[in-house]
C-alpha cells in the first residue's frame, strides 16, 4: 500500500535478552506488526468517525455539543468503529506479552544463569535489599497490561518480568525507540551536549531505570561518571545489571523507590528518569520532584523525559492518548497530564525560572537524517530549528521537563 | 515442552468491555490469535522455502536459526500488512462510508429511484 512505511525494525540482541525460535519470532513479529496497521491505518478513521458520526449522534442525545476529552469518549465509545478499533488495539497488547511470555517461560533457567554470570563480572554494584516492598501504585494494577508488572517474582533471582518488558517494549514501540531500546537516555544525552556542552557530570542518578535501557548511554557518554540506575522491581535492577555489563559496561543499579532513596544529600549532578512520572501516583510524583532536590548539588540538574501535559494539545489528541487510563492500566496516565510540573518543582525548591519543559529531539530520528545529509552536524542543526518551531514533536522529540538547582541557595 | 517455573499469564486489572456484547470481545481476541496463527505459518513456510532456494536442504534446525536479510524483512512485512488490510476491511468499508456520505437512506432510494427511473 502506497504511503505507508513498511516497519522492518530489528531489535539488536544481547546476551540475556531472550531467544526465540522461529515461530515465537513470528508471533512477535505478528503484534508489531499489528500495532503498526492500527496506528498507521485504523487510527486514522477516529477522527472521521468522530466527525461525521460520532460528535452528531452525542449532539442529538445530550443536546449540546462534545466539549472535552471526557465528552468525546462517551460519543465515541458508543461507535461500532471505535469499539473495533479500542478492542483490536487491547488485543494487540495482550498478543506482546503474550507472544513474549512464552519463550521467557522455556528459557528461564538459562536466562537466570546467564543474568548471574554477567553480573558477577560487572565491577559495578547492584544492591537489593530483600525487606524492600514496593510502591502499591506499582502493583495494584499490572502496567500496560504487562503479566506480573514490574516486581512480580517467580524463583530464585528471576528475571522473568525484565525479561518481558525488555522484548514487550520494543515491539510496544515498534522498534521506534532504537535497537537498544534507548532513544530517551540518548536523546537527553544529545540534548545535554548541545545545551551545556560544558556540563560533566561525576555522579548520575536514572530514576525508574526499569532494565537501564535509557542508563547506559549516560554511561557510555560520561564514561568516567559513576551512574546508577533506581527501580522498584527487583528482576528489573538484577537484569538491567546484566544486561549494561553483556553490552561492555559497568553500572549500578539499586532496588529503591524514587520518593525516597537511600542516597546522601547533594550526592548527584544529574539525575535523569525516562517514562517514569506517569506510572507514579498523585502523592509520589511531588515527592520524587523532592528528592531530587535533595539530591542535586547545588547547579545540577533533573532532567525527566516524559510526555507532553494535556495543555499542549487539543480536545481529541487528548482523548486519543487518555484512552491508555482507562484501557491499557495506565492509572495515572491521564492525571500526570493535568499535573502542573512546573509548579511542583518549584514547591520542591527549584525557583521557578530554573524550570522549563523543553523537546529532545529523538536520537534516532537524528541518525536517520544524518544518514540522508551524509553530516551529523547538519542534520542536527535542521533538527534543532524543526523542534524549536512546533508546540510538541509527536513522534520527532520527547518532551523533557528541566531543573537546576540553583547553584548559590537563597 | 513442560517449563519448571510458570510465570504470570494475565495482568492484574478488570479487562474493560469493548462490544455490547461481551462475547464480541472474546469472538474478536479469538480471531486475532488465528489471525496471527495464519501469519506465523506463513512465515514459516516462507523460510522453508528461502532456504530450500539456498540449499537446497530443509533442517528444522536452520528454520529457527535462519537469519532474514533486508529485503526478506520488507517482503514480510509488506505480507503481514496486505494481510492485515484483508482482514480489517469492514474497517475501511466504514470510514469510505462516511466520507462518501453513503447511508441505509441513500440506499432505499437508490432502490426507489432505480424502480421508478
Known sequence: ?????????QQIDHPVLPKVNHDERSRQEFSKSLKNCIQQKILPGLQTVYQTRAAKAFEKTEGRAPENRRDIRKAMERDLYF????CINRVAQELIWESVTTSIERQLPELIDTARALSAKSTATLEIDPGFKPPRYATALDIHCMP??????????DVAVAALYDRGVYLYAMGFIGPYNDDMGRSVCNYLQRNVPDFKPTRILDMGCSVGHSTVPYKERFPDAQVYGLDIGAPLVRYAHARAKGL????????GNAEQTQFE???????VSHILLHETSGKAMPRIFKECF????????MIHADLPPFTKMDNFSQFILDLETYYNNEPFWGAMREADQIALAEKAGFRRADVVFDTAPMAIMELAAAAQAGNAAAAMDTNSKEFKSGEFAPGGGWEVLIGRKAAVQA | MSAEVKVRRDARGKRPQFYDDPANDTLMSMVMVLASELCVTRDRLDTIERIADEKNLILSREIDTFELDQEALAEREQRRQDFMDRLFYLL????????????GERYTQTLDDIAKN
Open chain 1, 1 to 9: 500500500m502506497a504511503g505507508v512505511m513498511l516497519n522492518t525494525f
Open chain 1, 83 to 86: 469499539q473495533h478499533y479500542n
Open chain 1, 148 to 157: 506480573g508488572g514490574y516486581a512480580d517474582e517467580f524463583t530464585e533471582d
Open chain 1, 248 to 255: 561492555g559496561h559497568d553500572v549500578n543499579f539499586v532496588l
Open chain 1, 265 to 271: 544529600d547533594e550526592s548527584f549532578d544529574l539525575i
Open chain 1, 294 to 301: 535533595r539530591l542535586l548539588k547545588p547547579g545540577g540538574y
Open chain 2, 92 to 103: 475501511r468499508k466504514d470510514i469510505s462510508e462516511l466520507k462518501e456520505q453513503d447511508t
